[in-house]
């Protein structure tokens, strides 16, 4: 009824049927006119969330890159390399950091643009990002303490014994729980904030910059009843106040 680009959009369900007085059937159909031209589609805001997802999926694995790239190149990880009995493998096992980092950015490449539209799957694909710089690191520095490991174990991931960034990270915080045994409160604490379960959201220091990026692409993600009815002190003003109180 009309031609294509004309900035008419059909509106169901706005239907009228008019009988004239001089006979014949008009049928009215009311639509919406928009003389924006840069108005977005349903899909191409769908399409928008992901790229700003992606690419800071992408600038948080370039930097697990580049803090493996300069760690490579210190002191610590020459005299390291000089006792592992697989020396050989170095590279193999930095380049096995980058590839799973990679992989689990991959994983949310894939996904639809549609399925960015939930804040359950925007909140864990941008958590997973941010917690890339601690898997890495905890397995990096899980090989530079612990002598018994050798870059075999550590970079060949068709080997049973391989550890990942999940299993190198498991593997080191009980190391340092053993060791902390004995620590005070204030060591055991340091060590809490480290232990995170991967599901959550990030830290609090960290959550404000992919905030900020969803702010700055017009994408606050929306609060549904769910998630607030999961935020701390929801549906009881007083809880926080009293367990000051307590405190």
Not at 128 to 155: F, I, Q, T, V
Not at 184 to 207: D, K
């Amino acid at each position: 009824m009309w031609n294509a680009c004309s900035f008419l959009q059909h509106l169901p369900g706005r239907e009228e049927v008019v009988l004239p007085p001089g006979g014949g059937v008009v049928r009215i159909y009311h639509v919406l006119v928009s003389a924006n031209s840069r108005a977005e589609t349903v899909e191409e805001l769908e399409g928008r969330r992901k790229r700003v997802v992606v690419q800071v999926l992408d600038t948080l694995h370039a930097d697990v890159c580049r803090a493996v790239d300069a760690a490579v190149k210190t002191e610590e990880f020459e005299k390291r390399v000089a006792q592992d009995s697989h020396s050989y493998r170095k590279h193999h096992f930095i380049r096995s950091i980058k590839e799973e980092s990679a992989a689990r950015v991959a994983v949310y490449k894939a996904l639809p643009d549609g399925d960015y539209a939930a804040i359950e799957v925007l909140g864990e694909a941008v958590s997973k990002g941010l917690a890339l710089a601690l898997l890495a690191n905890a397995k990096l520095r899980l090989w530079l303490e612990d002598p018994s490991l050798n870059l075999g174990n550590m970079s060949q991931n068709h080997l049973s014994s391989y550890l990942g960034l999940n299993a190198a990270q498991v593997r080191r915080l009980a190391k340092r729980r053993l060791l902390l045994q004995d620590s005070n409160g204030t060591a055991t604490a340091a060590l809490a904030l480290e232990v995170r379960p991967s599901h959550t959201l990030p830290p609090r220091r960290c959550q404000w910059r992919w905030w900020a990026c969803f702010l700055l692409a017009g994408l606050l993600p929306l609060r549904t009843p769910a998630s607030i009815s999961r935020l701390p002190g929801a549906g009881d003003q007083r809880a926080p106040r009293e367990s000051v109180r307590e405190k």
